[in-house]
């Protein structure tokens, strides 16, 4: 089995920054990809990273926010800067991992974590 764990959400007035984290835990041989969204589970992307470190953002997050990823934790993040009323969300983190070396890539989601920008 796999999971994963979002944490470090949180109230933050505008401006602010936070930084979300999100830890893939269980039967892992490879992860290919991590990636955030917010609203809901295949709601708005936000960003992903590669296993290589490749990245892409939302244009609606671009420079303000910055994934990345520490393989040996089987971790990603979100730095989130310069945050708005507009990023108030639940935000989810997707994985796209391999059980076994034989196994197939498949889709993995968190459970959540509220990001609330508000004065």
């Known amino acids: 089995q796999v999971q994963l764990v979002e944490s470090g959400g949180g109230l933050v007035q505008p401006g602010g920054s936070l930084r979300l984290s999100c830890a893939a835990s269980g039967s892992i041989y490879d992860i290919e990809r991590m990636a955030w969204y917010r609203q809901g589970p295949g709601g708005e992307f936000v960003a992903h990273i590669t296993?290589?470190?490749?990245?892409n953002y939302a244009d609606s997050v671009k420079g303000r926010f910055t994934i990345s990823r520490d393989n040996a934790k089987n971790t990603a993040y979100l730095q989130m800067h310069s945050l708005e009323p507009e990023d108030t969300a639940v935000y989810y983190c997707?994985?796209?991992?391999?059980?076994?070396?034989?196994?197939?890539?498949?889709?993995?989601w968190g459970q959540g974590t509220q990001v609330t920008v508000s004065s």
């Open positions: 997707k994985a796209r991992i391999l059980q076994s070396y034989l196994g197939t890539y498949d889709d993995y």
């Open positions: 296993s290589r470190g490749g990245t």
